[in-house]
């Protein structure tokens, strides 16, 4: 129980948004930072630079066209520097709107100047499963990503731009942007591939060995990850969709074949998710029909016992009444034979049952 209200309590509360006025920025999830966190990555094809800060301010340097500047906010709980940042880019209110509240499902939206896209990061920590809201303003030589917290699966992309690895530095923003999703997405597959192995050890355990009552918890912690894993993926898939037909300036036509393997991808994931959600519900049904044979096997012992003694309870019943002419009772043998009756009737019982095979 306790497990589970600390999973309630991670849901966004979007009631907090309700009869505002649209473009109300009203920051909706549970992961606050005290400050914000900038991370700057600015590079081309010949050099690279890094620069971190907590001031918002530090990013309105980076303007150059000839180079491509990532910007990574941490903390969407601080209002009023995330409102410095859409000023700035004279972003959208109701994108400002959006940014902040993670309750929004993954998204793309296509505006003048820059393109504004939502999606959900699912990663392990501390055994349990992460899912952060990520949005991402792509313009043409820039990309603002706005994350809840420390913390994401971006390692391997900031490592190919500072090793220079791969096309990335001789790429535009869009590829950056392919890269970040490309990132996002190869994380599902280790997050269902966990989910796999899950599934196949508690399907051998209600194989192998006798199910206890933790199997249920475990089964129902399955299903709850599943649909938080569903909720995440199905949405982006429509983004993805869109994005690979989409028709603008900031997509070089180039990027749009990395941008249709990923959406392979995600229809990849998208269907060993429905697999895995239907193995889990076969799990439940699988510990239901265990735990009915185990049920079975006890009422068949419990009839065969009973089916035993009725004859013998019988007999005993009869010399158990109270009149006072019963001729065995005065026959010197009759109580050894009485117990051989009984026990001779017992071993047949006991013969018949096994030739049935019901024992």
Do not use: C
Not at 12 to 41: A, C, F, R
Not at 261 to 289: A, F, K, V
């Amino acid at each position: 129980m306790a497990k589970r209200r600390k999973l309630l309590l991670r849901r966004p509360k979007t009631s907090k948004t309700v009869n505002q006025i649209p473009g109300t920025m009203t920051y909706v999830g549970h992961k606050e930072l005290t400050e914000t966190k900038l991370d700057v990555i600015d590079y081309n094809l010949e050099s690279f630079e890094r620069y971190t800060s907590n001031s918002p301010e530090d990013a309105f340097k980076f303007v150059d066209e000839e180079r491509v500047t990532w910007f990574n906010i941490d903390g969407l709980n601080n209002i009023k520097d995330i409102e410095k940042l859409g000023e700035y880019y004279e972003l959208h209110p109701l994108v400002m709107e959006d940014i902040v509240n993670t309750g929004q499902r993954p998204k793309i939206e296509e505006y003048q100047d820059y393109l504004f896209v939502v999606a959900k990061m699912l990663y392990y920590k501390n055994g349990d499963i992460e899912n952060e809201h990520i949005s991402m303003i792509v313009g043409k030589n820039y990309i603002l990503t706005f994350q809840e917290s420390n913390g994401d699966v971006f390692d391997p992309v900031r490592e190919r731009i500072e090793t220079s690895k791969g096309r990335i530095r001789g790429r535009s923003a869009d590829y950056l942007m392919f890269a970040l999703l490309d990132s996002i997405i190869d994380n599902y597959f280790l997050v269902i591939d966990d989910m796999s192995d899950r599934i196949e050890a508690l399907e051998e355990s209600l194989f192998t060995s006798k199910p206890s009552d933790d199997i249920t918890y475990e089964i129902q912690d399955l299903k709850r990850n599943i649909l938080r894993i569903r909720r995440a993926v199905f949405p982006l898939r429509e983004v993805i969709s869109r994005l690979e037909k989409l028709e603008n300036d900031l997509i070089d036509p180039k990027t749009s074949n990395y941008i249709r393997d990923l959406y392979d991808h995600i229809i990849q994931i998208s269907e060993n998710i429905e697999i895995y959600r239907e193995m889990i519900w076969g799990l439940m049904d699988m510990y239901m029909t265990t735990i009915s044979n185990r049920m079975n096997e006890v009422m068949k012992v419990l009839t065969i016992m009973a089916s035993i003694f009725i004859p013998l309870t019988f007999i005993a019943g009869i010399y158990g009444m109270n009149f006072e002419y019963i001729p065995e009772l005065q026959w010197k043998y009759s109580y050894f034979v009485l117990w051989g009756i009984m026990i001779i009737i017992f071993l047949l019982m006991l013969y018949y049952f096994k030739r049935k095979k019901w024992l």
